[in-house]
């Protein structure tokens, strides 16, 4: 049975089609890379699931409820978990500060949620930064901020949206790391939005391509890749190597 | 540099700041803890005069005190708080005059009302998303409104408004002492001593670090569990009851209420002014903000009832208070803007640092 369904899922910004009748369906344990061009409706997808947006019509289904429309805080703890593109830090408070709060739902007591913000900083190579305030962080910084703070509120589900972007090609390998030990040790389900192709084709179980707000086609990273259709909406704009076109 | 900052700072890396304590509250008690010890003595040192002054100071400590949980912390800024303030008086004025209810039971009464009229007003704004601007003006709109309901309903007296009925000698229960007794003084500290305390409390507690989150940002906030609604609810429930405290302890102290002074805008401006001068979201900076207001608004009410020759033209006019508060808010905001404590907390903490 898959842990987070997604049916008929529609949303308008007045005349701008956004998703239409998005199908999406994703088992526990997976790992489902989410790609299409700028304007796609990638990161309104991730708003409607999470409770961000409420979509026009259509269902988001969680571990068997039925959670469409739900707050976003209701979402969050019972599972569901997204980062920012463009980031959101707490802008008061420090790196560590920022992390320990996202704990604070599922754990009690100063010293515990230290020690779990501790842990996740680490997990994602912040230590230097723990007790700087946040808004003092280079963007490279600030997205693993973004995943650390996901990660401290334990999901059962995490969405990632771009987590890759702005860091360095070496600077990406640790996180990609990270993102396949996540599943291995703690079973975390990913979902996860991003432009890199080489992180997609390494990562992902399956892909599903959004084009126009509308699901282009889902399946397998090499069959997504190999079909014409993706090609020419999203493949075929853009390199998918390093070297300039 | 001396030993111990080289050893403390040998715990982390060269260059990351070292862990703050892990409990920042223990120390900010202990603070509050000796600056109440030393003012139990003032009003035995001071004239009278200046212990008056010293009472006006810790009232709007609390006044700013609860104005900072909402607005501060919170980020949720008021332009009414004198509908709490006001709350607070009539509600312990209306118990005690119509129905001789102690002064003490009719505090905690006008805590009650203030904290569940804060949450009215609270939820339809915030189901309503209003923010800002917006948020600011139903809140002042709101204190009018209680403002023109009170000077027109004969149920409290109208513009009339309460007069604290005298007993002969003094009474704790009742609230009432002889003019210029210490015990009021040592009274408003307890109360203010006390909303400090909270306001301490308040901020180091899962549900104050929650409402600061949503305050930075709501939507990340919630994204991590943070539920929304309920903590502003009850930022606006704290800040409300706080500052009704202040609203019937100044009726208790000076015998009297009418809707102008209980409502009158002139009531929020002193709670935000207070608080902005002093530093907004930090715990010290009501403080800080009272002790300097508090002591101006004497100056300045001096200045108008006996002006030396040269300001002679002062005599018997108001409102030079106001006119000075505006200097001040400009000159701190402009020089200060994180106020006077905020600023130079941030000072010294960018000192450490470096
Ligand atoms: N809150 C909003 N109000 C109005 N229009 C919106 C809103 N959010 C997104 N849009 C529009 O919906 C479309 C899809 O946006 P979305 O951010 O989901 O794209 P995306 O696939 O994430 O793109 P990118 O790769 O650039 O991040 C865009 O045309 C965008 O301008
Ligand atoms: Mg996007």
Redo the contacts between chains.
């Keep these: 049975m898959s842990l987070l369904e997604l049916s008929g899922v529609d949303k308008k910004f007045r005349g701008l089609h956004a998703l239409s009748d998005v199908e999406m369906s994703v088992s526990e344990g997976e790992i489902v890379g989410v790609i299409g061009p700028n304007g796609a409706g990638k990161t309104t997808l991730f708003n409607v699931i999470c409770g961000a947006l409420k979509p026009d019509s259509g269902s988001v289904r969680f571990s068997g409820t039925d959670v469409t429309g739900r707050k976003p805080e209701t979402i969050a703890r019972r599972g569901m978990v997204r980062t920012f593109q463009l980031m959101r830090p707490f802008a008061s408070m420090t790196v560590a500060e920022n992390v320990s709060l996202a704990a604070q739902h599922h754990t009690r007591g100063a010293a515990r949620l230290r020690d779990h913000a501790t842990e996740v900083v680490a997990r994602v190579g912040l230590e230097e930064w723990a007790h700087r305030p946040a808004t003092e962080l280079p963007t490279a910084g600030l997205k693993r901020l973004e995943l650390a703070r996901a990660l401290a509120a334990r999901p059962r589900v995490l969405l990632l949206d771009e987590v890759l972007a702005g860091l360095l090609p070496a600077e990406r390998e640790p996180v990609l790391d990270l993102l396949a030990e996540l599943r291995e040790q703690d079973g975390t389900t990913l979902v996860f939005i991003e432009h890199i192709m080489a992180a997609v084709m390494r990562l992902s179980d399956r892909v599903l391509v959004l084009d126009q707000g509308a699901v282009l086609a889902t399946g397998t990273p090499d069959e997504v890749t190999a079909d014409p259709r993706v090609i020419d909406a999203y493949l075929g704009e853009e390199p998918t190597t390093d070297a300039d076109a | 540099m001396t030993d111990t900052a080289v050893e403390s700072r040998r715990q982390?890396?060269p260059?990351?700041?070292?862990?703050?304590p892990?409990?920042p509250q223990n120390r900010q008690f202990a603070v509050l803890a000796v600056l109440v010890l030393l003012a139990i003595p003032l009003p035995l040192i001071l004239p009278s005069a200046q212990g008056a002054v010293a009472v006006r100071i810790l009232i709007f400590l609390i006044m700013a005190v609860g104005w900072n949980i909402m607005s501060g912390f919170g980020g949720m800024f008021s332009f009414g708080h004198a509908a709490y303030f006001g709350l607070g008086a009539y509600t312990s004025a209306y118990l005690l005059v119509e129905h001789g209810v102690s002064p003490w039971v009719g505090m905690a009464a006008g805590m009650v009302v203030a904290a569940a009229v804060a949450m009215v007003i609270g939820y339809f704004s915030f189901r309503y998303d209003l923010k800002g601007a917006y948020f600011a003006l139903a809140t002042f709109a709101f204190a009018e409104m209680l403002r023109l309901v009170t000077t027109s309903s004969d149920v409290v007296n109208g513009a009339v408004g309460y007069q604290v009925p005298l007993i002969q000698g003094s009474s704790v229960w009742q609230m009432q002492f002889p003019a210029g007794s210490p015990a009021y003084f040592w009274i408003a500290l307890v109360l203010a001593g006390g909303a400090v305390a909270l306001s301490i409390l308040f901020r180091h507690s899962?549900a104050g670090?929650?409402v600061?989150?949503i305050?930075?940002?709501e939507?990340?906030?919630?994204?991590?569990?943070?539920?929304?609604m309920r903590h502003k609810l009850l930022t606006v429930a704290l800040s409300g009851a706080i500052t009704a405290v202040a609203g019937a302890f100044y009726t208790q102290y000076y015998l009297f209420i009418d809707p102008q002074l209980a409502f009158g805008s002139s009531v929020s401006i002193e709670a935000i002014v207070t608080a902005v001068i002093g530093g907004i979201?930090t715990i010290w900076g009501p403080v800080v903000g009272a002790v300097i207001v508090g002591s101006l608004s004497d100056v300045t009410a001096t200045l108008l009832a006996t002006p030396p020759e040269f300001l002679s033209f002062l005599q018997g006019r108001s409102g030079l208070d106001v006119i000075l508060y505006a200097v001040m808010l400009i000159l701190i905001v402009r020089l200060m803007p994180k106020g006077i404590f905020g600023t130079l907390a941030d000072k010294i903490s960018e000192r450490r640092?470096r």
């Design positions: 982390t890396r260059g990351a700041p070292a862990a703050p892990l409990r899962p670090r929650y600061v989150a305050r930075d940002d939507l990340a906030a919630a994204s991590v569990g943070a539920p929304v979201g640092r």
